[in-house]
């Protein structure tokens, strides 16, 4: 069983930047490949980014391609979503996501094995 907890959101004007962290429970951490999603209001759950399990190989929807980056950091159990270059366009609920295979976290948002409830970022113009 892993437990994902979203934190970081927050209120940030267009073109700054913000940091989420998204901290498991649970020994099994580093066998989980991991992924960020967003909703944003009326629209459904999209990808964001995915990292493998050891961090060797990350993945990132167009939309974010430069901007974003995701990490992650098997000692403290978290994986990070750096966002720069913010845009009102990014205002969403956040939520990060666990899976045992990386396919099924860019193909997601179906099927994940586990996930987070979630962080709010809304960017102002």
């Known amino acids: 069983q892993v437990q994902l907890v979203e934190s970081g959101g927050g209120l940030v004007q267009a073109g700054g930047s913000l940091r989420l962290s998204c901290a498991a429970s649970?020994?099994?951490?580093?066998?989980?490949?991991m992924g960020w999603f967003r909703q944003a209001p009326g629209k459904e759950r999209e990808f964001v980014a995915a990292i493998s399990w050891n961090g060797g190989n990350t993945y990132y929807a167009d939309s974010v391609k430069g901007r974003f980056t995701i990490s992650r950091d098997n000692a403290k159990n978290t994986v990070y979503l750096q966002m720069n270059s913010l845009k009102p366009a990014d205002t969403a609920v956040y939520y990060c996501?666990?899976?045992?295979?990386?396919?099924?976290?860019?193909?997601?948002?179906?099927?994940?094995?586990?996930w987070g409830k979630g962080a709010l970022v809304t960017v102002s113009s």
């Open positions: 996501a666990a899976d045992r295979q990386i396919s099924k976290i860019r193909a997601g948002p179906s099927g994940m094995d586990y």
């Open positions: 649970g020994r099994t951490f580093s066998m989980y490949c």
